[in-house]
């Protein structure tokens, strides 16, 4: 799998891609492979404040339940409404299947994610690592 | 999402390398280390399904299996057990549990009857020890000898409405005149004597088959019982989709529904339990328990908002009061619907009741429905 390079990642497996002031925000390839069918998506609403390192929403496969997040703060600004009838496409395509856009309070904030390369890295040490 | 480290204590079945080689993710499950599904024949959801529409195969070696043999083999199995084994025939099985003198769960067990005086309990993975250590314990008064083999069995479950298909294909054994819950001995891709039981745990018709435990011969087995199933759709299956097929089924399981907490009455499994029995561990308790009323009583729930209930997530009443908590919840593959089971007030059991399941602090509605979530259609 190759990690688009304009999108930036946290080890907590969500990706950003920022334009300009506001940015998209999704999870990544390698989380929705390793959570499985996904089958339900809870996303904040439109206009919530939300901050980075901290829970925005989470994601359920059909086994677990996982936290969403915040790859940078700022107002929630569109959500993919889509998702809440049909989230697997998140498992079709996590880089497309966009979660939520929202206003940067501090586009600064991006710089400390990590790159595709730096991102790829990482999770092939997790996929080591890993029993499965 | 952080990976479970693997520790020397994780027991594996005969077919572990296999499930490794067919890129099943691996899990810790009651000490053993199994598959939980196989994302390269797409997961949980699509092996569930297959397991509805055609076929699924399991390894559930895991499983543990007890030997009654003896001159007072029944007697004993009749003190251990809430069922009334002297009604098998010889090769029919029932659904039974051994339970502790409070009438709670020590475990839920299929008793077969192998031959005159000979009886096999096939018990939990998790509660092997626990559960052969009780037998002994409460069964030294009688003349039999009791075994434990679950080490000496790969245990492998071919379910589905296709199930039959397969395994006739390999045995020559007349699958057609083994009835559910019965079982036979026959020769089974080449090996001799092989037990085959028309039993399982995901509410459709299949058959488990025993045969020994060795490496290669469980590879070779499990292999041609895949290959046999190819032109029915048959998928390797793990521990996911068992656990969504049975939870759709109402199937309880060990640690969930049924406890060393909870009895009999409240687990709504009063049509396996034999009253008129005269004696058995936990029928005084039962009696008693029964005329004192239940205090909670097992429901099934769907979700009407937009929600999964898991297990252990607290049931409110529509006002917001705890009033139980949910057993088993999650995403019913084949259903399309968010399904629960919890325990609940007897008040609020009733079908159409509205209790809300709080998740991640939120009230969220959900209603009472009948169970089982799925039967199987009646087939030709």
Known sequence: MSYPSDLKYTKEHEWIKANGATATIGITHYAQASLGDIVFVDLPKIGTEISVGKAFGSVESVKAVSDLFAPASGQITEVNGELATAPEKINQDAHESWMVKITLKDPGELNALLSAADYEKFVAEEAGNAVF | ?380
């Not at chain 2, 797409?42 to 895991?62: C, K, L, P, Q, Y």
């Open chain 2, 1 to 380: 999402m952080s990976a479970v480290e693997a520790t020397p204590a994780v027991r594996k079945t005969a077919l572990n390398a296999v499930h490794r080689q067919m890129g099943g993710r691996m899990v810790e499950f009651n000490g053993w280390d199994m598959p939980v599904e196989y994302p390269s024949v797409g997961g949980i959801i699509a092996e569930h399904n297959a397991v509805r529409n055609g076929v699924g195969i399991f390894d559930v070696s895991h499983m543990g299996d007890i030997r009654f043999q003896g001159p007072q083999a029944l007697a004993a199995v009749q003190h251990i057990s809430m069922n009334d084994a002297s009604r098998l025939a010889i090769g029919q099985a029932q659904y039974s549990a051994m339970l502790y003198p409070q009438g709670t769960f020590v475990d839920d067990v299929i008793v077969h009857r192998l031959g005159e005086d000979d009886y096999l309990l096939v018990i939990n993975a998790g509660t092997r020890e626990k559960d052969f250590k009780w037998v002994r314990e409460n069964t030294g008064q009688f003349n039999c000898h009791v075994e434990h083999l679950s080490d000496d069995f790969t245990q492998i479950a071919i379910q589905g409405p296709k199930g039959v298909n397969v395994l006739q294909k390999l045995t020559d054994a007349d699958l057609s005149a083994v009835k559910f819950y019965w079982l036979t001995h026959g020769t089974v891709c080449g090996l001799k004597n092989i037990l085959i039981a028309r039993t399982g745990y995901t509410a459709e018709d299949g058959f488990e088959i025993y045969v020994p435990t060795d490496e290669s011969t469980s590879a070779m087995v499990w292999n041609k019982v895949l290959e046999a199933g190819k032109e029915f759709g048959a998928l390797p299956c793990g521990l996911g989709a068992r656990n969504t097929l049975r939870l759709e089924g109402r199937l309880a399981l060990y640690g969930h529904e049924i406890s060393d907490t909870i009895n009999v009455w409240e687990a709504g499994l009063d049509r396996f339990i034999k009253m008129d029995k005269p004696e058995f561990m936990g029928r005084e308790a039962l009696e008693k328990a029964k005329a004192a009323g239940l205090r909670r009583t097992l429901v099934g729930l769907e979700m009407v908002e937009r929600g999964i209930a898991r297990d252990g997530y607290k049931v409110l009443a529509d006002g917001g009061r705890e009033i139980g908590y949910v057993t088993s919840g999650s995403y019913a593959p084949f259903l399309k619907k968010n399904i629960a089971l919890a325990y609940v007030p007897p008040e609020l059991a009733n079908v159409g009741s509205v209790v809300k399941v709080e998740i991640r602090g939120q009230g969220v509605k959900a209603q009472v429905v009948p169970t089982p979530f799925y039967k199987r259609p009646k087939r030709a």
